[in-house]
């Protein structure tokens, strides 16, 4: 009686897959009775169906179970070239080198089929080399899948932090695009509102003048339809006079009495009848015609007489001088940082300023000599906006030796020790030819007064101070 070979200690199947292979190829070629009755229904199965997980634990059960079956595999498997090899080079004591080899080569399997199948002495410890060997390189590799599996997610949220960040940069310069359009449309929308207010504005100062002019053309008709009415009465005068001289018999001249200029009357009357017609046609046009100009628009009010304590030899300057006009806007306030804006930039305008009275209103705590630096600098810089020529008059007593201050555009002067500034002023005024527009800057009541006198536009101080930004 053969004694029963050792028993093999639990082996993994995964391990056995050369075994259990040729199992299978065994169990095919096995006549039905006899099969072992725990294989049949896998007798039918093809080679990829016994190669299943499920088909070959039914084949490790069957071999552990059936004896006969068992001895008839391994014969077959051993009597293979590589497995004898394997099993003829085999030793207990080069156990951990030749597990070690195997699994180097990827011969693992085939060599747990060998000793499985052959048991040769050491195989117990053989196969339990080969388990451990097995569960090392799975536990590897699976540690290995789940090192790829971690790096593939963390390269997939990498992926994800990478395109969020993308998205976000991208939201962010939509959101700052659009903030930047939001503000240019308010801005543009500002703009707009204050054109349309201004337009506005302008319309409705141009609804002033008109009807003010048309309050004045009516006023205009109403006379020249008195002076026609009185026309037409001068006539029929004239012409009953004309009427009763004709019917008349000639009297006896009187010694004295001159005769009468019957073509001096005869000129009249032509004159009467011209004149006549030419009321006529004005109250039929609504405007006055050259032969007749229309009356003169009623004056100004006059500003309150002022007494004037500073003459300076100026007795003879008490009527208004005929000077070129400052442009001012229709329906403009002349004392408004607007009009005044206007005024300096009349072409060919020369503009005089009072300097202290100027720069005492700007910077009342501030020395003399800084406030002088810096209204010059504050006019050099309106200079250069309205590119017009500026005089600014300072007073010159207890100054000496202060060197001369020279800005673009702008000259500086100084009054003599027994001068006043404000004189001097009036002087830089009356000094331009008529046709030089001339703008003063000043709140000094006789300083005004004078200039006015001379021609010239007054501008306040304060006025003055909100056109040059101060």
């Known amino acids: ?42 007798r039918a199965f093809d080679r990829r169906g016994l190669a299943t997980p499920a088909a070959r634990a039914q084949l490790r059960r069957v071999l552990d179970g059936e004896d006969g079956f068992r001895e008839a595999v391994a014969e077959k498997f051993l009597a293979q070239a590589e497995a004898a090899s394997w099993l003829e080079s085999w030793s207990a004591d080069a156990a951990v080198t030749r597990v070690a080899e195997a699994a180097d080569t990827g011969r693992l399997p085939l060599l ?10 050491g195989f117990e410890f053989g196969l339990g080399l080969v388990a451990a060997t097995h569960d090392a390189e799975r536990d590897q590799a699976e540690g290995e899948e789940r090192v790829r599996t971690a790096e593939a997610r963390v390269a997939g949220a990498e992926e994800a932090l990478r395109r969020a960040e993308h998205a976000w940069r991208a939201e962010a310069e939509a959101a700052t695009r659009l903030e930047a359009e939001v503000k240019d449309q308010r801005r543009d929308r500002r703009a707009r509102e204050q054109r349309a207010a201004g337009e506005l504005e302008e319309l409705r100062r141009q609804v002033i003048d008109l009807e003010a002019a048309l309050a004045a053309a009516r006023g205009t008709v109403d006379q020249v339809e008195v002076q026609l009415r009185q026309a037409d009465e001068r006539e029929r005068t004239v012409r009953a006079r004309l009427a009763e001289v004709e019917a008349s018999p000639p009297p006896p ?18 004159e009467a009848e011209r004149l006549a017609a030419s009321l006529h046609a004005l109250l039929e046009d609504g405007r006055p015609r050259p032969s007749t100009p229309p009356p003169a628009p009623p004056p100004p009010p006059a500003r309150p007489a002022t007494t004037l304590p500073r003459d300076g030899g100026r007795a003879n300057r008490g009527r208004e001088t005929r000077r070129a006009r400052v442009h001012v806007p229709p329906g403009m306030m002349h004392d408004t940082p607007e009009a005044a804006a206007a005024m300096v930039r ?3 305008a020369v503009v005089v300023i009072d300097g202290y009275n100027v720069s005492m ?24 906006r309205v590119r017009r020529p ?6 010159g007593a207890g100054i000496e030796g202060v060197p001369p201050l020279r800005r673009p555009g702008l000259s500086v002067v100084f009054s003599a020790r027994e001068q006043e500034a404000d004189e001097v002023v009036v002087d830089q005024v009356a000094a331009r030819p008529p046709d030089v527009p001339v703008v003063v800057v000043s709140s000094d009541g006789w300083v005004r007064t004078r200039a006015e006198a001379e021609g010239a536009a007054v501008l306040p101080s304060a006025v003055f101070l909100d056109l040059l930004g101060r």
Do not use: I, K, N, Y
């Not at 209103?361 to 250069?384: F, I, M, S, V, Y």
């Open 361 to 384: 209103l700007a910077w009342p705590d501030t020395p003399p000599a800084e406030q002088r630096d810096r209204l010059c600098d504050a006019l050099a810089e309106l200079h250069l």
């Open 1 to 42: 009686m053969t004694d029963a070979p050792p028993p093999a200690p639990a082996v993994p199947d995964a391990v056995l897959g050369p075994l259990l292979e040729c199992a299978g190829e065994v169990l095919r070629g096995l006549e039905a009775p006899a099969v072992p009755p725990a294989a049949r229904r896998l």
């Open 346 to 348: 009349t072409p060919g």
């Open 390 to 395: 500026m005089v600014v008059v300072f007073d």
């Open 253 to 270: 001249s009187p010694p004295r009495e001159p005769p009468v200029d019957w073509a001096g009357l005869a000129r009249a009357a032509g």
């Open 112 to 121: 747990a089929s060998v000793l499985w199948a052959g048991r040769p002495p």
